[in-house]
């Protein structure tokens, strides 16, 4: 069974902070690492798609890094803001096209 | 971006009956799709993936006589709970990929079921 794991599970940040959290995979047969935020009564919205080990991706304030050799990748949010708040997954995905979820992180930013 | 829609976004039923779920990739080929289920605070755990003109596979635990899913078309994904009963009663949500793995997938809106 393929273990996919975030921390935290719930994170309460102020408006402006910075703000990061982990993924963890299995390292063997990886092929991609996925980052999704959902936001309530949306569907979930992709946010990276990640192949190779060092990648680092940005798409305005959030940025990701993604380590295959110890399987993790990191999700950071710079100066977080209220629209922020939502639950931030992630999805690993291997050569035996296993698609496994993670519990995901609840970030709620506070005004 | 590419549009999935997934309909019913609601449906209550009477236990024994069965329901329908559609999902659609309304602006690219899906040869893949993906179901998933969602109890109350649990991650998305994923059900079956559908592939196109095959028999979908399911993962461990997902009796496939009771959800039943056909895949008839590039852009059309059904999962059918046949006999519903209240513990089906859950968040069910559909995903596409245009490339499998390597590319986003893109998620249906959700439906969620209750049985009663």
Same mark, same amino acid.
């Given at each position: 069974?393929?273990?996919?794991?975030?921390?935290?599970?719930?994170?309460?940040?102020?408006?402006?902070?910075?703000?990061?959290?982990?993924?963890?995979?299995?390292?063997?047969?990886?092929?991609?690492?996925?980052?999704?935020?959902?936001?309530? +009564?949306?569907?979930?919205? #992709?946010? =990276?798609?990640?192949?190779? @080990?060092?990648?680092?991706?940005?798409?305005? !304030?959030? %940025?990701?890094?993604?380590?295959?050799?110890?399987?993790?990748?990191?999700?950071?949010?710079?100066?977080?803001?209220?629209?922020?708040? +939502?639950?931030?997954?992630? #999805?690993? =995905?291997?050569?035996?096209? @296993?698609?496994?979820?993670?519990?995901?992180? !609840?970030? %709620?930013?506070?005004? | 971006?590419?549009?999935?829609?997934?309909?019913?976004?609601?449906?209550?039923?009477?236990?024994?009956?069965?329901?329908?779920?559609?999902?659609?990739?309304?602006?690219?080929?899906?040869?893949?799709?993906?179901?998933?289920?969602?109890?109350?605070?649990?991650?998305?755990?994923?059900?079956?993936?559908?592939?196109?003109?095959?028999?979908?596979?399911?993962?461990?635990?997902?009796?496939?006589?009771?959800?039943?899913?056909?895949?008839?078309?590039?852009?059309?994904?059904?999962?059918?709970?046949?006999?519903?009963?209240?513990?089906?009663?859950?968040?069910?949500?559909?995903?596409?990929?245009?490339?499998?793995?390597?590319?986003?997938?893109?998620?249906?809106?959700?439906?969620?079921?209750?049985?009663?």
């Amino acid at each position: 069974i393929l273990n996919v794991e975030q921390s935290p599970q719930s994170l309460h940040v102020q408006e402006g902070d910075s703000t990061n959290f982990t993924c963890s995979f299995p390292s063997s047969n990886f092929y991609a690492l996925h980052w999704y935020r959902w936001e309530t +009564a949306k569907s979930p919205e #992709a946010l =990276f798609v990640m192949t190779l @080990n060092g990648d680092e991706k940005k798409k305005g !304030r959030i %940025s990701a890094t993604l380590n295959t050799k110890e399987g993790y990748s990191y999700l950071y949010i710079k100066g977080s803001q209220p629209e922020d708040s +939502a639950t931030y997954l992630c #999805a690993f =995905f291997n050569y035996g096209q @296993n698609f496994v979820f993670g519990p995901g992180t !609840r970030l %709620s930013v506070l005004p | 971006g590419a549009v999935v829609s997934q309909h019913p976004s609601r449906v209550i039923c009477k236990s024994g009956t069965s329901v329908k779920i559609e999902c659609r990739s309304l602006d690219f080929q899906a040869t893949t799709m993906f179901w998933y289920r969602q109890f109350p605070k649990q991650s998305l755990m994923l059900m079956a993936t559908s592939n196109e003109g095959s028999k979908a596979t399911y993962e461990q635990g997902v009796e496939k006589d009771k959800f039943l899913i056909n895949h008839a078309s590039l852009t059309l994904s059904t999962l059918t709970v046949t006999s519903a009963h209240p513990e089906d009663s859950s968040f069910y949500i559909c995903s596409a990929e245009p490339g499998q793995g390597y590319t986003e997938a893109f998620f249906g809106q959700g439906t969620r079921l209750t049985v009663v």
